[in-house]
C-alpha cells in the first residue's frame, strides 16, 4: 500500500536532495506516528535509498547523523519487525561503522521470543546476499556485538516451539543437473524439487508456522562482492525459488570432497546457531561429499535432524544404499521418491505428496532430453517411484 506520506519520502529521495531536502526528510520521519513510520521503513528498496542517500554525505552536509539518531536511538520502540528488517539491511550494506553496528545490534536485540523469529526471517528473506549469517558472520566486525547478538539468539530461541524444519538443499546435482549426473540435460532444474521444498514448508498439516525456510548451502565459493551468490540467486529465482538465503564454500575447499564437507559444516554450524529453535532438513547428492555431511549431521547434530536425503547420482548400489539407510541416510533417484520417504517421516502432508508427484511429471514433460535413451532410463525411475506413491497424483 502506498500512502501518501510514502508517495512524498520516494519524492523526496529522488535525484540528490541536497542537505535542505534531507532536514526535510527527517521532519517528515519526525512527524509521523508509528504506523506510519514503519510502513515508510517497511519496504527494503526504499530504506536503503533513504540510508543511502543520507550516509552519502557523511562527510559533508548531511543529516545522516539526525536519521540515525531519530531511527535508531529515539523512535526505535516503535517500529515493527518488517521496518527494523529493512533498517538492519540498509546499515549492513556497505562499510558499517561501529554506531552502525551498534544500531543494528540495538534493533536486534529489542525484540523477544517468536517475535525475533519473525525478524531473523525477514533479514533472510532478501534478494541478495545481505541476509542473516552474513550480517552476523561478516558484516559485523566487533567480535563482541557478534556475541552478544549470538546469546541473545540463544535466549530467546528457547521459548519458541512447534516451528517446521529448516530446509538445507545443495544447488549442484541436488537442485541443478550440473557435474555428475548423466541422467538428465545439464543446467535443467530437476523436476518437482521446488514442490518439495514447498511442501516441507507448508508441513504434515499444510497450517506453517512459518514460511521461507528454505537455505542453499553449496561448495561454490563465494566473492567479495557477492556476485557469485547473487548470480545463482537470480538462476533459482528463474527456477520458482522467490524467497531464500544461501551459504557459500571457498576455494580453498573445492580442492576436496571431503574439504567441500568440512566448509558445509562449518556453514551449518554458524546457520543452526542463528536458527537454534529450528530442526534441519538436510538435502544432497551422492556426487560431492554430501553424504559426509549427512553423517556428521546426524551426530553432531542429534536430535535436531529431521531427514537427511541424498540425490543418488552416481548409481549407488541397493546393499550400500540399505546401510545408510539404517543408520538414517535416505539415497532417492527422483523427487517423487524424496517426497514418499519424507511423508513416510511425517514432514509433509498427504496434499504436498500430491503436489510433489504432480509437479515432478510437469516438469519431466518439459525437460529438452538429449536422447531417446535418455529420456527412457529417467522415465523408468519415475514410474517406479510413481507406483510407491500412497495417493495417487492429479495428473
Known sequence: ???????????????????????????????????????????????DRLVGVMSAGRFGPSHFDDLMEL???????????????????????????????????????????????????????????????????RDIDSNEIRQQMLAHIAVQATAVTDLEAKVLSDIDDTTICSLH????????????????????????????????DLTFITARPADLLGWVEDQTRKKLRGAGVSVSSMLTGSMLHLLSHAGMA????????????????????FIGDSGQGDVRVGERLLTEFAGSVDAVLIHDVVGTDAAVRAQYAERGIVFFDTYVGAAVA?????????????????????????????????????????????????????V
Open 342 to 394: 519424507v511423508h513416510g517421516l511425517g514432514l509433509i502432508s498427504d496434499a504436498g505428496l500430491r503436489a510433489v508427484a504432480d509437479a515432478t511429471l510437469d516438469g519431466f514433460h518439459g525437460v529438452p532430453w538429449r536422447t531417446a535413451e535418455q529420456q527412457a532410463q529417467a522415465r523408468r525411475l519415475l514410474h517406479r517411484d510413481l507406483a510407491a506413491l500412497p495417493v495417487p497424483p492429479r
Open 181 to 212: 549426473d548423466r541422467r538428465f540435460p545439464k543446467g535443467v532444474v530437476y523436476p518437482g524439487v521446488v514442490a518439495l521444498w514447498e511442501a516441507l514448508d507448508l508441513g504434515p498439516d499444510s497450517k506453517p508456522r512459518s514460511l521461507g
Open 1 to 47: 500500500m502506498t500512502t501518501p506520506a510514502i508517495s512524498l519520502l520516494r519524492e523526496l529521495l529522488s535525484g540528490r536532495p541536497n542537505a535542505q531536502t534531507q532536514r526535510v526528510i527527517v521532519d517528515l520521519l519526525v512527524r509521523a506516528d508509528a504506523e506510519q513510520l514503519s510502513e515508510m521503513l517497511a519496504d527494503p528498496k526504499l530504506t
Open 262 to 281: 568440512e566448509k558445509k559444516i562449518q556453514n551449518i554450524t554458524h546457520y543452526h546457531a542463528l536458527f537454534p529453535e529450528y530442526r534441519l532438513v
Open 71 to 137: 531511527l535508531g536511538v529515539r523512535r526505535r520502540a516503535e517500529l515493527d519487525q518488517p521496518a527494523r528488517a529493512a533498517l538492519i539491511h540498509a546499515l549492513q550494506t556497505g562499510r558499517t561503522s561501529r554506531r552502525d553496528e551498534l544500531i543494528v545490534r540495538d534493533l536486534f536485540t529489542d525484540v523477544m521470543g517468536a517475535d525475533l523469529t519473525v525478524l531473523k526471517n525477514l533479514i533472510d528473506a532478501t534478494p541478495n546476499h545481505h541476509d542473516l549469517e552474513e550480517l552476523i558472520y
